[in-house]
């Protein structure tokens, strides 16, 4: 049996107050938490020596995507002793402000690959991506063979960045993008995702 006097059970027991208190509590903790990054630079800025990726970088990044590399390996080094001792320092939201979308993820199988730009040779990408195994003996991740064989064309490449210019704000210049096909064209994706992987973390370390 309901008692009036009790407003904790009356909410609970009253779907229509449950949605309607539940709704305003939400929209409290967003204007909270979510509103004040919006007028906060470091939240807004670039990182200083932050640049764009070139053509053949924004390449291998949708090869990234593409083939699923996100789903086990984050991009995201939280600010705990572990964690920056083994990837180096946390990452910031200055270094993810022309990321779109951006790849934090949300799981990781493989190791955090937000600042593995230039810790490995291009020889050693190029080996662990056709074959891991042969670099990493306990490695569960599959091989990509394929990234060897496969050649860009470019055709879509100047597109790409003109977008993320237009629609962005990436500061991509009217000559960076005329060039972008002739810079990537005949590479192979091999080449364009190791590019992008020596590209990451060099603003912070």
């Known amino acids: 049996m309901k008692n009036p006097n009790n407003r904790h059970e009356l909410v609970e027991t009253s779907t229509t107050w449950l949605v309607v208190l539940t709704v ?14 919006f007028f906060q630079q470091q939240t807004n800025e670039p990182v200083e020596g932050l640049r764009p990726y070139t053509a053949l970088e924004m390449e291998g990044r949708d090869i990234y995507i593409r083939d699923g590399c996100h789903v086990c390996h984050s991009q995201m080094i939280r600010p705990f ?51 891991p195994r042969n670099v990493v003996p306990e490695s569960n991740m599959p091989g990509f063979p394929w990234l060897e064989t496969n050649v860009l064309d470019g055709e879509h490449t100047e597109a790409k960045l003109r977008l993320f210019r237009d629609s962005f704000g990436v500061p991509y210049t009217d000559a ?3 060039g972008a096909e002739a810079a990537v064209k005949g590479k192979t994706e091999m080449d364009a995702i190791i590019a992008y992987l020596q590209s990451l973390g060099h603003a912070l370390k």
């Open 81 to 131: 002793r572990a964690e920056t001792e083994r990837y180096g320092n946390y990452s910031v939201a200055g270094e993810s402000v022309w990321e779109h979308p951006f790849l934090w993820g949300s799981k990781r199988t493989g190791p955090d690959l937000a600042r593995v730009g230039g810790r490995y040779s291009d020889e050693w990408h190029r080996v662990h991506l056709i074959n």
């Open 176 to 178: 960076d993008i005329a």
């Open 24 to 37: 305003i509590a939400i929209s409290f903790g967003g204007l909270v938490e979510i509103v004040p990054l």
